[in-house]
T-cell receptor
């Protein structure tokens, strides 16, 4: 257990559905991240939040909409996804800095878009 | 851009040392090398990181060549629980938060 939880662990959705992924950290951290891990591809950083403010968006399509209501919770709202969006979505958190070794990862949500 | 190259897979006998190589020939002079591992159905787990000197912690040792173009992660006494994908990671040059994970080495520890 890393102190970062993600729900659901598995999600199957159609291309016209709307769903949300949830991440919660119990570490008192102030920065939270969304990553995408596709099969046979390197891990991709999607969004970064520091003290609830979005500080980075790596050209992510608008069908992915993040929300950070407080420093402990992070959501990823999904709508009209494509089959190529099927992947493992990982959440991470860190205390203050954004150096990689400070990041604790959750177990991920395995998303399948049909 | 800084990238890493790792063998796609390796086997190691249980109880023996596992030596996982990584090439990062384009790394910047002031950038660290990080190692993470990912056990099936879990998120990446931090192992160790280093800049120039060799590093050791309770999980592993990291040997970095003098020219910093490559490194080796050493698991001194591999166990079955060390079976995972191991990622050698560097920061993408010119970015603050982006790190290049590559596709990693799938290590299988054999009984």
């Amino acid at each position: 257990e890393t102190g970062v939880t993600q729900t659901p662990r598995h999600l199957v959705m159609g291309m016209t559905n709307k769903k949300s992924l949830k991440c919660e950290q119990h570490l008192g951290h102030n920065a939270m991240y969304w990553y995408k891990q596709s099969a046979k591809k390197p891990l991709e950083l999607m969004f970064v939040y520091n003290f609830k403010e979005q500080t980075e968006n790596n050209s992510v399509p608008s069908r992915f909409s993040p929300e950070c209501p407080n420093s402990s919770h992070l959501f990823l709202h999904l709508h009209t996804l494509q089959p190529e969006d099927s992947a493992l979505y990982l959440c991470a958190s860190s205390a203050t800095g954004t150096d990689l070794y400070e990041q604790y990862f959750g177990p991920g949500t395995r998303l399948t878009v049909t | 851009d800084a990238k890493t190259t790792q063998p796609p897979s390796m086997d190691c006998a249980e109880g023996r040392a596992a030596n996982l190589p990584c090439n990062h020939s384009t790394i910047s002079g002031n950038e660290y090398v990080y190692w993470y591992r990912q056990i099936h159905s879990q998120g990446p787990q931090y192992i160790i990181h280093g800049l120039k000197n060799n590093e050791t912690n309770e999980m592993a040792s990291l040997i970095i060549t003098e020219d910093r173009k490559s490194s080796t992660l050493i698991l001194p006494h591999a166990t079955l629980r060390d079976t995972a994908v191991y990622y050698c990671i560097v920061r993408v040059r010119g970015t603050g938060n982006q790190f290049y994970f590559g596709t990693g080495t799938s290590l299988t520890v054999i009984p």
